[in-house]
């Protein structure tokens, strides 16, 4: 075999890892709790996951995370929320110094997403909505502590350790008000 061969295998082998492709059949990405996702983070860098927690909202972010996890990310001292950004991939910015998601998100899971949130914010009162979301994690290389205690995060004011890029919203569960 020619080294311009194997070279081409590897290639596409390392290509397909990030798209979860396998014999132009699509993989079903390893599935985690929010908890067990911080505990395995730097390895499913840019792969497909399923995730399962509570939805966070606030007038700047959109996360999932955990309240109930004592398995804290820690990098170079900085101990990160226990919680992920949340993203829809429907146009990549060519400035970013990510790989773009292998997709895009298509407008049912946009309203599936949006009208969760929408119901958070109409209810009146703290609910607590949990689901499972499929899609492209984005874990930093390499994090830098700021001057501000701050690190190279993902979201609002760069407060989360990892991003997902949504691809579909399952399991949507909206607990009554208290």
Known sequence: MSARFISAVVLLTAFCEVLSCYDGREKPPKEFSVCDLMRNLKSQRNKMVRVRGELY????AVA???PE??????TRGRRWPTAVDLVFSVAERSDSEEPPAPFVTE??????????VTDLERS?????????????????RTYVKMGNGRGNGYGFLASYPAQLVIRTVDDVKVEPCH
């Open 107 to 116: 407008s049912s899971t946009i309203a599936r997403m949006s009208a969760a």
């Open 124 to 140: 009146g009162c703290k609910r607590k909505v949990t689901l499972v979301l499929t899609g492209f994690l984005r874990v930093r």
């Open 64 to 66: 999932l995370g955990t």
């Open 69 to 74: 996890c004592n398995t804290p990310f820690i």
């Open 57 to 60: 909202h606030s007038r700047e």
